[in-house]
């Protein structure tokens, strides 16, 4: 491939880039209204406007998308992660007007992406799944109370074609099911297109642990280890780490082979993420999706393994990459990841949009990544998911790498906008995240400790 066309925008876009001019390969990008002036434009080497603001207007358009690419000769196109990294049409139409899809096979997009099929799949391969119910469309609920029963309280509604917690809400008691579901199906609908859900049995302390595969396309695959991403909030992550702290050996060897499985059975092609939940307490473990893209956190990875993954894609698709062993993969050192968000935790993280009036990160620190695709003076728009940037810390040992991030918060200076940066850097020194003791309730469960209230002074009254 000489040029390829990126899909996408903000940080992703800009490591997109990179990767692609490391390899000699031009870069097409694409922005929308609000983003004419951002970054990734100004890297790439032609930038093409596809629609307004909205992201429904511009990056989820496929047809001003591949317009872009047809016009100025892409030879491949890498979606990122979101907008239609999932799209199956956005992935076929590519390929019909002859570029290289940068991705998994739209097969297999497809068999991950409807998570009731995605589930069947993963026992099909022996791989455990939590008890979960058929997929309710709005029209037919008739055997919602007896699933809800067979699956077990607390449960979760989940949409079916949805990921990174969106669509997903916990329910206690048969009181306030079918509101749920009704809710989360016009949710679903409206971020998804697609407003089926199912039930699933909720792992009160639960351990969100992913492992990292790529297929090379032909029926082998193999793991890069695993992350840890247990810190969420609102079911979403903000920090990533690995290796994950305190999971036996045994344990993880049982996932990694599951998740290569997985990834086997389905042909897979390029990077992809087996997402498992796993029991705090017992250790157990259980599939709960796989996303067929990068993810956000891919860094993490890449500091512990040497792979430069976005690169390992391009190069898989072009026919170009080398076939690494699984013998040959070693793991190094230990590395933490924290997203930085516009966002104010005192207010249940609330965005934060505006113009970023100063942004002073500590780019010398030895051992530090820093992701982003924003410059001082840029403005955070509220069309977007509201991330600055992330801050990837290596070390040879957890100790050393929580010890450089917390050392990299406290030196990072953002002003304009509400950020999250002494949320993370209280979180850092926790002492059940120092003792690598944490779960996917850990953020609401210790918010006292991490989000202290800000106390307004009271008026008084002064006698004239």
């Known amino acids: ?14 490591r997109i880039i990179r990767a692609a001019r490391e390899l000699d390969i031009e870069t097409i990008a694409i922005y929308s209204a609000a983003d004419a002036d951002a970054l990734h434009c100004t890297m790439a080497d032609i930038a093409v406007p596809v629609g307004p603001a909205p992201a429904s207007q511009s990056y989820l358009n496929v047809g001003a998308v591949l317009a872009a690419g047809t016009l100025h000769g892409a030879d491949g196109v890498h979606p990122g992660y979101g907008f ?26 497809e068999n991950m992406g409807d998570k009731n099929r995605a589930r069947q799949i993963a026992l099909d391969c022996g791989v455990p799944v939590l008890p979960g119910s058929i997929r309710f469309s709005p029209d037919d609920l008739s055997r919602l109370d007896d699933e809800a029963q067979r699956v077990g309280f607390p449960l979760l509604v989940k949409a079916s074609g949805g990921g990174g917690g969106i669509g997903m809400k916990r329910v206690d008691s048969p009181a306030t099911l079918r509101e749920t579901v009704t809710t989360t199906q016009a949710l679903a609908a409206k971020a998804f297109n697609d407003p089926g859900v199912y039930l699933e049995r909720y792992v009160p302390r639960a351990r969100h642990i992913e492992i990292q595969v790529f297929g090379y396309g032909d029926g082998s695959a193999v793991h890069l280890f695993e992350r840890e991403c247990s810190v969420q909030r609102r079911f979403q992550k903000i920090v990533e ?26 042909r897979y092609s390029g990077a992809g ?26 860094g993490v990875t890449e500091a512990i393994s040497g792979w430069d993954l976005v690169q390992a894609q391009i190069l898989l698709a072009s026919g170009d990459l080398r076939r690494i062993a699984q013998d040959d993969i070693r793991r ?14 005192a207010k249940n993280f609330m965005p934060s949009p505006g113009k970023l009036t100063r942004y002073d990160l500590p780019h010398m620190l030895h051992g530090l990544r820093i992701d982003t695709g924003l410059r001082e003076g840029d403005t955070i728009s509220p069309f977007y998911d509201p991330m600055i940037a992330k801050l990837i810390a290596f070390g040879a040992t957890r100790d050393a790498a929580r010890a450089l991030m917390s050392e990299a918060l406290a030196a990072s200076r953002i002003e304009g906008i509400q950020h999250n940066t002494a949320f993370l ?26 989000i202290p209230k800000v106390t307004v002074p009271t ?6």
């Not at 780490?241 to 389905?266: C, F, H, I, K, Y």
């Not at 008026?459 to 004239?464: E, F, I, N, W």
Request: proline residues 4%; glycine residues 4%; negative net charge.
């Open 1 to 14: 491939m000489k040029r390829i066309l990126v899909a996408n925008r903000g940080e992703i876009a800009c």
């Open 84 to 109: 239609l990294s999932e799209n199956t049409a956005f992935a076929s139409a590519a390929e019909a007007r002859g570029m290289v899809w940068i991705g998994p096979s739209v097969a297999s997009i």
């Open 241 to 266: 780490e690995s290796p994950a702290p305190n999971l036996p050996a045994g344990v993880l060897d049982r996932m990694t082979q599951a998740a290569v499985a997985l990834a086997e059975q389905q």
């Open 273 to 298: 993420t087996v997402e498992f939940i796993v029991d705090a307490q017992t250790h157990a473990f259980f599939f709960l999706e796989m996303n067929t893209r990068i993810q956000v956190e891919h």
């Open 332 to 345: 190094h050192g230990a590395a933490i990841e924290c997203r930085v968000y516009a966002e104010n935790p």
């Open 425 to 450: 850097a209280r979180l850092m020194e926790h002492p059940s995240f120092v003792a690598g003791d944490v779960d996917t309730s850990f953020v609401q469960r210790e918010a006292a400790t991490l």
């Open 459 to 464: 008026s008084v009254a002064v006698a004239l």
